[in-house]
Protein backbone atom coordinates (compact mmCIF):
# COMPACT_ATOMS: atom_id res chain seq x y z
CA UNK A 1 0.00 0.00 0.00
CA UNK A 2 2.40 2.38 -1.17
CA UNK A 3 1.80 5.96 -0.71
CA UNK A 4 2.98 8.98 -2.82
CA UNK A 5 6.36 8.13 -4.84
CA UNK A 6 8.62 11.46 -5.31
CA UNK A 7 11.48 10.96 -7.43
CA UNK A 8 14.40 11.79 -7.27
CA UNK A 9 14.64 12.77 -3.42
CA UNK A 10 17.60 15.14 -4.25
CA UNK A 11 18.72 16.71 -7.71
CA UNK A 12 21.82 18.80 -8.12
CA UNK A 13 21.83 20.39 -11.43
CA UNK A 14 24.13 23.60 -13.13
CA UNK A 15 22.53 26.68 -14.20
CA UNK A 16 20.66 26.53 -17.55
CA UNK A 17 20.26 22.36 -17.33
CA UNK A 18 17.19 20.90 -17.44
CA UNK A 19 15.03 19.22 -14.03
CA UNK A 20 12.78 16.70 -14.48
CA UNK A 21 10.78 15.50 -11.21
CA UNK A 22 8.62 12.50 -11.50
CA UNK A 23 5.20 11.55 -9.09
CA UNK A 24 2.99 8.41 -8.58
CA UNK A 25 0.31 9.30 -6.83
CA UNK A 26 -0.92 6.50 -4.43
CA UNK A 27 -2.88 4.22 -6.25
CA UNK A 28 -6.40 4.71 -7.03
CA UNK A 29 -6.07 8.64 -7.13
CA UNK A 30 -6.37 10.23 -10.44
CA UNK A 31 -5.37 14.13 -9.17
CA UNK A 32 -1.86 15.33 -8.61
CA UNK A 33 -0.75 18.58 -7.27
CA UNK A 34 2.46 20.13 -7.64
CA UNK A 35 3.48 22.77 -4.25
CA UNK A 36 7.12 24.40 -4.06
CA UNK A 37 8.56 25.40 -0.77
CA UNK A 38 11.44 27.88 -0.98
CA UNK A 39 13.65 28.69 1.74
CA UNK A 40 12.06 30.08 4.68
CA UNK A 41 8.61 30.10 2.71
CA UNK A 42 5.38 28.02 2.98
CA UNK A 43 4.28 26.07 0.60
CA UNK A 44 3.04 27.33 -2.71
CA UNK A 45 0.81 25.74 -5.58
CA UNK A 46 2.04 25.57 -8.95
CA UNK A 47 -0.49 22.95 -10.72
CA UNK A 48 -3.25 20.45 -10.45
CA UNK A 49 -3.69 17.53 -12.59
CA UNK A 50 -6.07 14.70 -13.80
CA UNK A 51 -5.06 12.45 -16.05
CA UNK A 52 -4.10 14.04 -19.39
CA UNK A 53 -5.94 17.12 -18.26
CA UNK A 54 -3.91 20.56 -16.34
CA UNK A 55 -6.74 21.66 -14.21
CA UNK A 56 -5.47 24.24 -12.83
CA UNK A 57 -1.80 26.02 -13.54
CA UNK A 58 -2.49 29.70 -11.76
CA UNK A 59 0.75 28.94 -9.54
CA UNK A 60 3.08 27.69 -12.35
CA UNK A 61 5.80 30.73 -13.43
CA UNK A 62 4.96 31.47 -17.12
CA UNK A 63 8.23 30.39 -18.47
CA UNK A 64 10.64 27.35 -18.14
CA UNK A 65 8.14 25.13 -16.06
CA UNK A 66 5.33 22.86 -17.43
CA UNK A 67 3.66 19.74 -15.88
CA UNK A 68 2.15 16.70 -16.98
CA UNK A 69 0.17 13.54 -16.04
CA UNK A 70 0.05 11.39 -18.59
CA UNK A 71 -2.75 8.68 -19.35
CA UNK A 72 0.50 5.62 -18.03
CA UNK A 73 2.81 6.85 -16.03
CA UNK A 74 3.94 9.58 -13.38
CA UNK A 75 3.34 13.12 -13.19
CA UNK A 76 6.27 14.79 -14.36
CA UNK A 77 7.12 18.70 -13.05
CA UNK A 78 9.94 19.87 -15.71
CA UNK A 79 12.39 22.70 -15.56
CA UNK A 80 13.87 24.16 -18.30
CA UNK A 81 16.87 26.11 -17.70
CA UNK A 82 17.10 26.14 -14.31
CA UNK A 83 18.28 29.13 -12.07
CA UNK A 84 19.59 29.26 -8.74
CA UNK A 85 15.83 30.93 -7.84
CA UNK A 86 14.86 27.61 -8.65
CA UNK A 87 16.49 26.07 -5.98
CA UNK A 88 13.34 24.27 -3.55
CA UNK A 89 11.59 21.54 -2.12
CA UNK A 90 8.90 20.35 -4.37
CA UNK A 91 6.22 18.70 -2.89
CA UNK A 92 3.81 16.26 -4.97
CA UNK A 93 0.31 15.40 -3.72
CA UNK A 94 -2.66 13.32 -4.60
CA UNK A 95 -5.90 12.59 -3.76
CA UNK A 96 -8.50 10.08 -5.30
CA UNK A 97 -12.10 11.95 -6.94
CA UNK A 98 -14.23 11.43 -4.04
CA UNK A 99 -12.15 13.70 -1.46
CA UNK A 100 -11.65 16.50 -3.91
CA UNK A 101 -13.47 18.58 -1.32
CA UNK A 102 -12.37 17.77 1.09
CA UNK A 103 -9.12 19.46 1.58
CA UNK A 104 -7.45 16.09 2.32
CA UNK A 105 -3.67 15.55 0.32
CA UNK A 106 -1.75 12.78 0.24
CA UNK A 107 1.71 14.04 -0.07
CA UNK A 108 4.93 12.54 -0.85
CA UNK A 109 8.37 13.02 0.93
CA UNK A 110 9.07 15.71 -1.96
CA UNK A 111 11.69 16.17 -4.05
CA UNK A 112 15.06 18.44 -3.19
CA UNK A 113 16.20 20.40 -6.39
CA UNK A 114 19.66 22.66 -6.07
CA UNK A 115 20.92 24.27 -8.50
CA UNK A 116 24.38 25.65 -8.58
CA UNK B 1 -5.56 37.10 -1.77
CA UNK B 2 -5.96 33.98 0.82
CA UNK B 3 -2.66 33.76 3.28
CA UNK B 4 -2.01 32.27 6.25
CA UNK B 5 0.42 33.39 9.27
CA UNK B 6 1.77 31.17 11.93
CA UNK B 7 3.95 31.44 14.75
CA UNK B 8 7.43 31.52 13.98
CA UNK B 9 9.55 28.26 15.16
CA UNK B 10 10.81 26.46 16.54
CA UNK B 11 9.11 25.89 19.72
CA UNK B 12 10.83 23.46 22.29
CA UNK B 13 8.81 22.46 25.20
CA UNK B 14 9.83 19.47 28.02
CA UNK B 15 7.64 16.14 27.34
CA UNK B 16 4.21 16.91 28.87
CA UNK B 17 4.16 20.56 28.46
CA UNK B 18 1.04 22.59 26.97
CA UNK B 19 1.23 23.35 23.41
CA UNK B 20 -0.24 26.28 21.16
CA UNK B 21 0.60 27.10 18.12
CA UNK B 22 -0.85 30.52 16.76
CA UNK B 23 -2.73 30.66 13.25
CA UNK B 24 -4.37 33.33 11.47
CA UNK B 25 -5.70 33.73 8.55
CA UNK B 26 -6.76 36.11 5.17
CA UNK B 27 -9.53 35.03 2.78
CA UNK B 28 -12.02 36.02 0.38
CA UNK B 29 -14.67 33.80 0.96
CA UNK B 30 -15.36 30.87 3.26
CA UNK B 31 -12.89 28.91 3.78
CA UNK B 32 -12.41 25.42 5.41
CA UNK B 33 -9.41 25.28 7.84
CA UNK B 34 -6.56 22.65 8.21
CA UNK B 35 -3.64 21.45 9.98
CA UNK B 36 -0.92 19.61 8.31
CA UNK B 37 2.07 17.63 9.98
CA UNK B 38 5.58 16.63 8.56
CA UNK B 39 7.24 14.24 10.84
CA UNK B 40 11.04 14.06 9.90
CA UNK B 41 11.64 12.63 6.53
CA UNK B 42 8.16 12.10 5.76
CA UNK B 43 5.33 13.61 3.54
CA UNK B 44 3.01 15.91 4.98
CA UNK B 45 -0.23 14.29 6.50
CA UNK B 46 -3.50 15.51 7.08
CA UNK B 47 -3.98 16.03 11.15
CA UNK B 48 -7.27 17.90 11.59
CA UNK B 49 -9.53 20.12 9.84
CA UNK B 50 -12.96 22.43 10.51
CA UNK B 51 -15.06 23.34 7.72
CA UNK B 52 -17.10 25.92 9.42
CA UNK B 53 -17.18 28.47 12.19
CA UNK B 54 -17.01 27.23 15.39
CA UNK B 55 -16.38 23.32 14.47
CA UNK B 56 -13.55 22.09 16.65
CA UNK B 57 -11.22 19.82 14.88
CA UNK B 58 -9.71 16.98 16.51
CA UNK B 59 -6.65 14.03 16.11
CA UNK B 60 -4.39 12.32 18.36
CA UNK B 61 -4.90 14.84 21.32
CA UNK B 62 -4.55 17.78 19.20
CA UNK B 63 -7.84 20.49 19.28
CA UNK B 64 -8.23 23.36 16.64
CA UNK B 65 -11.12 26.11 16.66
CA UNK B 66 -12.25 27.68 13.91
CA UNK B 67 -12.83 30.95 14.67
CA UNK B 68 -14.29 32.93 12.12
CA UNK B 69 -14.76 36.64 14.38
CA UNK B 70 -10.86 36.59 15.30
CA UNK B 71 -10.06 34.90 11.69
CA UNK B 72 -7.80 31.64 13.99
CA UNK B 73 -7.14 28.24 14.12
CA UNK B 74 -4.49 27.81 16.89
CA UNK B 75 -3.76 24.37 17.15
CA UNK B 76 -3.24 23.28 21.05
CA UNK B 77 -2.64 19.54 23.23
CA UNK B 78 -2.62 19.47 26.66
CA UNK B 79 0.82 17.14 26.62
CA UNK B 80 3.07 17.01 24.19
CA UNK B 81 5.51 14.00 23.75
CA UNK B 82 8.61 13.58 21.89
CA UNK B 83 6.75 11.42 19.53
CA UNK B 84 5.22 14.95 18.62
CA UNK B 85 8.05 16.67 17.75
CA UNK B 86 7.68 17.38 13.61
CA UNK B 87 6.87 20.73 11.33
CA UNK B 88 3.06 21.84 11.69
CA UNK B 89 1.49 24.17 9.05
CA UNK B 90 -1.39 25.35 9.02
CA UNK B 91 -3.60 25.68 5.86
CA UNK B 92 -6.84 26.92 3.89
CA UNK B 93 -9.03 26.20 1.23
CA UNK B 94 -12.03 27.30 -0.87
CA UNK B 95 -13.41 24.03 -1.52
CA UNK B 96 -14.76 24.03 -4.70
CA UNK B 97 -15.61 21.25 -7.40
CA UNK B 98 -12.27 22.11 -8.66
CA UNK B 99 -9.94 20.17 -6.17
CA UNK B 100 -8.06 21.16 -3.09
CA UNK B 101 -5.90 24.00 -3.34
CA UNK B 102 -4.54 24.57 -0.22
CA UNK B 103 -2.85 27.82 1.10
CA UNK B 104 0.11 27.20 3.58
CA UNK B 105 0.97 29.22 6.28
CA UNK B 106 5.16 28.49 6.67
CA UNK B 107 5.45 25.67 9.31
CA UNK B 108 6.51 25.49 12.50
CA UNK B 109 8.96 23.29 13.99
CA UNK B 110 8.22 21.75 17.17
CA UNK B 111 10.80 20.00 19.35
CA UNK B 112 9.79 18.30 22.47
CA UNK B 113 12.42 16.83 24.85
CA UNK B 114 12.63 14.28 27.85
Known amino acids: NAGVMQNPRHLVRRRGQEARLRCSPM?????VYWYRQLPEEGLKFMVY????????ESGMPKERFSAEFPKEGPSILRIQQVVRGDSAAYFC??????????????FGEGSRLTVL | GDSVTQMEGPVTLSEEAFLTINCTYT??????LFWYVQYPGEGLQLLLK?????DKGSNKGFEATYRKETTSFHLEKGSVQVSDSAVYFC?????????????FGTGTQLKVEL
Open chain 1, 27 to 31: KGHSH
Open chain 2, 50 to 54: ATKAD
Open chain 2, 91 to 103: ALAILTGGGNKLT
Open chain 1, 93 to 106: ASSPPSRGRTGELF
Open chain 1, 49 to 56: LQKENIID
Open chain 2, 27 to 32: ATGYPS
